[in-house]
């Protein structure tokens, strides 16, 4: 039986205010690994019409907010899932990505929905891959184990006749409690780390920048089998 967990995403609505902060400003450009505790995975709700992202607030508005100078041209529909991080009023960080690219902006909270993420472990298992990185997750003798190759570069051919593809990875266990997933490399050496999240098909994955060679990241949104 598949066993769904809402923890994660109920976390929204008692995460603290506060801002991501850049030059003083409200600024959310995404959510990196160490902006929450956990990976929360929010849905825009079904009964919600177009909803924009608002934008970056700076010293000549007060943004985000409802304000119309505060909506932006990008806009998710119902059904859409994206990774939340620090709420600010009526607003809350989220990335949206479509496995090709990602779109970082504040979203109003009265939108989102928690999204139920899966804690069984079968269905975590398999081959999942985005753009330039893919992670494979297989049952072993003591839990599931999981690992990972990305590239930075290796679509460019001029980069690539340089030579100057950048490559990082990763293996190691993967724990898994509600609906959550923590990897650490088993190369001490490296200090990566992954925070991982199963909602709907997909699995939601934030490194922490020390996975591989310079702009080698693996942060995004991964689909099984398939980009």
Do not use: H
Request: proline share 6%; glycine share 12%.
């Amino acid at each position: 039986m598949r066993r769904l967990a809402l923890f994660g995403a109920m976390a929204l609505f008692a995460f603290p205010v506060a801002a991501q902060a850049q030059n003083g400003e409200n600024f959310c450009s995404g959510v990196a690994f160490a902006d929450t505790p956990d990976l929360v995975i929010g849905r825009i709700k079904a009964d919600a019409p177009k909803t924009y992202f608002r934008k970056n607030g700076d010293r000549k508005n007060a943004c985000p907010s409802a304000a119309p100078q505060c909506q932006d041209k990008a806009f998710l529909v119902p059904g859409d899932l994206v990774v939340l991080g620090a709420r600010q009023g009526d607003f809350v960080c989220a990335e949206y990505d479509n496995g090709k690219g990602s779109r970082g902006g504040w979203l109003p909270v009265s939108a989102l929905g928690p999204a139920p993420l899966e804690n069984d472990p079968a269905a975590w298992l398999g081959a999942w891959k985005r753009v330039e990185a893919d992670i494979t997750i297989e049952q072993a003798k003591d839990g599931l184990k999981a690992s990972g190759e990305a590239t930075y570069g290796s679509r460019n051919p001029e980069r690539v006749k340089r030579g100057a593809v950048n490559f990082g990875s990763f293996s190691g266990p993967l724990a898994l409690k509600d609906g959550q997933g923590r990897i650490v490399d088993d190369d001490p050496v490296s200090g990566c780390n992954l925070k991982l999240a199963r909602a709907d098909d997909f699995l939601f994955v934030r490194d922490n920048m020390q996975c591989g060679g310079m702009n080698v990241i693996f942060s995004g949104v991964y689909r099984r089998g398939g980009e």
